[in-house]
């Protein structure tokens, strides 16, 4: 018998460890940066998003380039409504959503507790 697999399923398991770095490692050009301020600027946002209790505003051209399946809900939400996202947190959806602006990786505190959570939203909007 084939103890790889249980009724057709791959089961993984895997634990991360991380070091923290002596010096910094990873240092956001200004491009990032400047990219981070525009996901934070609400009055030129043309999208918006309802994740839980919170309403979360995004820019088209952005999720155009950088998260193809997200942009293509914003697309087939045409009333001017907020875009409803089912099951991810508000949390995981900004992570997401700065990781798209600026390339901005969860710290490894980030990564450690809601790890499973950001690699499997990522998967779901092609990020």
């Known amino acids: 018998k084939n103890n790889i697999l ?15 770095p002596s010096s910094p490692q990873y240092l956001p050009s200004s491009l990032s940066m ?42 087939e939400n045409n009333d001017g409504l907020p875009v409803t996202i089912n099951d991810i947190t508000p949390e995981i959806f900004r992570i997401l959503l700065r990781y798209v602006y600026g390339d901005k990786v969860p710290d490894s505190t980030e990564i450690v507790d809601e790890g499973k959570c950001i690699i499997t939203a990522a998967d779901r909007f092609g990020i």
């Open 6 to 20: 249980s009724d057709g399923a791959l089961f993984v398991d895997f634990s991360l460890q991380f070091k923290e």
């Open 34 to 75: 400047k990219m981070l301020q525009v996901l934070h600027n609400v009055d030129d946002a043309d999208v918006a998003f309802k994740v839980g209790d919170d309403t979360v505003t995004a820019h088209k051209a952005i999720l155009r380039m950088n998260a193809p399946v997200l942009f293509d809900c914003c697309d």
